[in-house]
């Protein structure tokens, strides 16, 4: 399976240079639990983090910003909050960083510097809402003008801003998301961050950034566009790691059935992992991945029935229990290399869990009731808030926090916002 979003831009020197000092770009931790919602069950975490740059790396910026204005913008939560969220980006660029605004319709404001933050937030303020939505023609001039103005060894970056709700223009799905792959390989990379209610199409606004090169983030607070555009700015805009790959054989010795957590638009072909030329997921600078499998020892009932083909343990004392669970594969890349790097790690039934592992199995414990619960059991939204606030830990910036309450919300039965 991979992680994140597809490609393989051309990095930075500054943080070529960076990123060839470590030994990996980003740090792996691997731990084990008991499963809260089926006894007997265990958990694997696999977290994986980008190591951040050092400050003083000067890396230059040429953004453009695609921004909605078709009449579906029209509301409190959409348009306007676009607006906030760009001007909060602008507070972390450097003045010579440029800035471009692209609408549907046209060009706003060519690439300006940003130490004319003045002209930058005067040409947004002037949007207004209203028109149809042709979003494939805005992207192609996004292109253009983010070529025309091509920083060499800086971030070139596109970041698209909408509802979602393309229906002007290269209708096709298949010939966008192939527009926007070709594109990536002039070494512009394309984000997109979602907002508002209702026609928001998050499966293509993933794929459109999986093939852009980019992240794909929903907004819908100020606090959600303070997360991801200046506390995680780095992980935005600055890969360090390419065509991240990971694979995870599991021993069947102690393993009678496993499970993904989410993730299902990221899973690759078992083939596919060996294979360079395949694209995968960026790890950004600071950026954090996690995903979490379940996994059913020998030995006890599975979710699944028993397999046709696997022996059946029925003596748990009979099976090898306290060996390896499963072995960890990871393959990337260093930016601007083609040939990818692979790190191995066997996983052991006794790697211990920290706060932050128990609280992403809340999260996703969370997720699971909210889709079906199918797979839960008798473990309940209660179950969840309690281990989230059990778990909680250092909140700096008071996300877990929100967390919890999204947690009430849903006990009291609120429409989830």
Not at 42 to 49: A, F
Request: glycine share 8%; aromatic share 8%; net charge negative.
């Amino acid at each position: 399976m991979s992680y994140s979003h597809m490609g393989t831009p051309t990095l930075p020197s500054a943080l070529s240079s960076f990123t060839s000092e470590l030994e990996t770009p980003f740090a792996t931790h691997v731990s084990v639990l008991d499963s809260p919602w089926n006894p007997g069950n265990k958990l694997i975490n696999i977290g994986i983090k980008g190591y951040e740059h050092p400050p003083s790396e000067a890396i230059s910026s040429n953004l453009v910003f695609l921004l909605d204005v078709s009449g579906s913008m029209n509301q409190s939560d959409k348009l306007p909050l676009v607006k906030q969220s760009m001007s909060m980006l602008l507070s972390q660029l450097k003045p010579e960083d440029t800035v471009a605004i692209v609408v549907y319709a046209g060009a706003v404001l060519e690439p300006t510097p940003v130490k004319e933050k003045q002209k930058i937030l005067m040409a947004m303020n002037n949007l207004s809402a209203g028109g149809s939505t042709a979003g494939a023609a805005g992207i192609k001039l996004a292109y253009q003008l983010a070529e025309a103005n091509f920083v060499k060894d800086g971030v070139n970056r596109i970041i698209l801003a909408t509802d979602g709700d393309f229906n002007v223009g290269i209708t096709d799905r298949n010939d966008l998301q192939g527009f926007v792959e070709r594109k990536r390989d002039t070494g512009i990379c394309l984000s997109v961050l979602g907002f508002g209610q209702g026609n928001y199409q998050d499966h293509l606004m993933q794929a459109l950034a999986q093939n852009g090169n980019g992240i794909a983030a929903y907004i819908d607070t100020l606090g959600e566009a303070q997360k991801v555009l200046i506390d995680e700015a780095s992980s935005t805009l600055f890969p360090i790691a390419n065509d991240v790959k990971i694979q995870v054989e599991f021993n069947p010795a102690t393993v009678k059935e496993y499970r993904l957590l989410g993730y299902e638009s990221r899973m690759l072909n078992q083939e596919d992992f060996n294979n360079d030329a395949v694209d995968a997921g960026e790890i950004g600078a600071g950026h954090s991945v996690t995903a979490i499998y379940e996994v059913t020892p020998i030995g006890h009932d599975g979710l699944l029935g028993d397999s046709r083909y696997q022996p059946v343990v029925s003596d748990r004392e009979t099976a090898d229990v306290s060996g390896e669970l499963a072995f960890l594969k990871i393959r990337y890349k260093i930016p601007g290399e083609t040939t990818s790097k692979l790190i191995t790690q066997p996983v052991n039934n006794v790697n211990g869990a920290n706060q932050e592992s128990r609280f992403a199995v809340a999260v996703a414990g969370f997720a699971q009731l909210l889709k079906d619960g199918k797979y839960t059991g008798d473990w309940s939204l209660d179950d969840a808030l309690e281990m989230a606030i059990q778990n909680k830990g250092k909140d700096v910036y008071g996300y877990r926090a929100e967390f919890t309450q999204l947690v009430r919300k849903a006990m009291a039965g609120e429409k989830l916002q």
